[in-house]
């Protein structure tokens, strides 16, 4: 099956590289425009880019898909079945309606729950027990479509949304090629829209953490945020973000940790950090750190 790729952060990679280790033939792949990045403003590719350049596949860039010349550019391309994941850009009927398989989405929830923009960051904020990869039949509608395939992942109580976007992007990868594989035999189950919720895109004031809240709340916060955008709060006056944390009895405190008391009266006890201006590191590396640099 001819398939052209639509795809631009670390998330989608795994995919990538799942259909070009598969029988299927990737003709092109579409990605975000180029950055430009750092103090220096570097232009830089995404990694979609990066990997497509290395097996020398062709790259679009197209800052809309909505011209008539976009339409045109797709259609030269031929291809069975676009697969999208994480693009980063909508859609319309014109392209959805294009290929013969039409457009297949590879979304990291388990739909309809979790529809939208960060859904693997708001499953552990709700304290989620399991997440997963939807492989959905693309509609206009937003993450709407018919589900094709999925598969169900554990997360771990320490799991945070970093480990948790890795894994999902390996399964997302096999259970995509899987789908393609067979997919004249796959049922198109509608989603029940009842049962959907909305994972917004993260905002900077969710990153503060609001002691006053209880400590699984903060500690799922922490853990849904982690390592990016990073949930933040301020010690001896400085920012600091918070990587890592636990949750202890009032009993347990450690000098080997920033400890804060919450909402609750349980503590919530911050283990890895980075600080203002510094490196990310265990909180007691930094505390020894203060200790040595005020004797």
Known sequence: MKIIFMGTPHFAVSTLNALIASNHQVVAVYTRADKARGRGKKITFSPVKEVALQHEIPVEQPTTLKTEEALETLKQYNADCIVVAAYGMILPQSVL??????CVNVHASLL????????INRCIMEGENESGVTIMQMD??????????SETVPIRED??????HNLLAEVGGTLLVNALDDINNLTHTPQDARLSNYAEKLLKPECQLDFSKP??????QVRGLADYPCAFTFYNNKRIKVYRAIIVQKSEESIESINFECGDGQILALTE???????RMKTVDYLRGISIKHS
């Open 97 to 102: 309606d294009l290929p013969k398989y039409g």
């Open 112 to 119: 309809p729950k979790y529809r939208g923009a960060a859904p």
């Open 140 to 149: 206009a509608g937003l993450d709407t479509g018919a589900m094709l395939l």
């Open 159 to 164: 799991m945070t949304a970093s480990e948790l």
């Open 215 to 220: 400590a699984r709340v903060l500690f799922n």
């Open 273 to 279: 950090i980075q600080p203002e201006g510094g490196k």
